[in-house]
């Protein structure tokens, strides 16, 4: 489910805001320039839609937001745990350590959930802002902002990306990440 948990970026334990309200969601992350949004696909897009399908179905969402934010790039990435080395069950996704460390980009972060969840841990302002993101969840995200991102252990995410550049998704990662400190999707998922 949806869910948004704001924290202290120096004290991850507190916890200022937990709340699965998609109208507080989408005020608490206007307050930090970021836009919340929920899409409906035109027809239903089975689990095992491709690349061609997934675009089809959300053609008019796509080309709205494109031609809104200049965006030249649109892909779709998936995470899925048939990833994972089958003989080490408890090896994380190849990708996560990645994707784990705190950097920002020259470009926007735009993302559309198609499908499983994924959390976007945005730090701005003093505070990190736990947004985890189930299928039909849009976020765009301002460039530069600082944040990182977990899909678990067990990952199942399948997301729409934008991108003003070719090369707009080259990160730039901080010398000492917060990452760490903070709950992971996991740990988010077992305390809703
Ligand atoms: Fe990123």
Not at 151 to 170: H, K, L, V
Request: glycine share 4%; aromatic share 8%.
């Amino acid at each position: 489910m949806t869910l948004l948990q704001i924290m202290p970026e120096d004290a991850p334990e507190t916890v200022r805001v937990r709340t699965h309200d998609l109208d507080v969601i989408r005020e608490e992350l206007l307050r930090i320039g970021v836009r919340f949004a929920r899409w409906h696909a035109a027809r239903r897009v089975p689990d095992d839609a491709d690349d061609s399908a997934i675009m089809n179905a959300y053609r008019s969402h796509i080309a709205h937001v494109s031609a809104e934010g200049g965006y030249q790039v649109v892909d779709i990435t998936r995470m899925t745990p048939t990833s994972i080395d089958p003989d080490s069950p408890q090896q994380r996704h190849p990708a996560r350590e990645t994707f784990l460390k705190e950097r920002f980009h020259d470009d926007d972060l735009v993302r559309f959930v198609v499908a499983g969840a994924g959390c976007f841990y945005l730090r701005v302002a003093g505070q990190v802002h736990a947004m985890l993101c189930t299928a039909g969840d849009l976020l765009s995200v301002p460039s530069r902002t600082v944040h990182w991102f977990d899909a678990g252990a067990r990952p199942s995410y399948t997301a729409i990306r934008f991108f003003q550049e070719d090369n707009g998704c080259a990160a730039r990662f901080l010398p000492d990440s917060i990452a760490a400190r903070f709950p992971t999707l996991d740990d988010l998922l077992a305390t809703s």
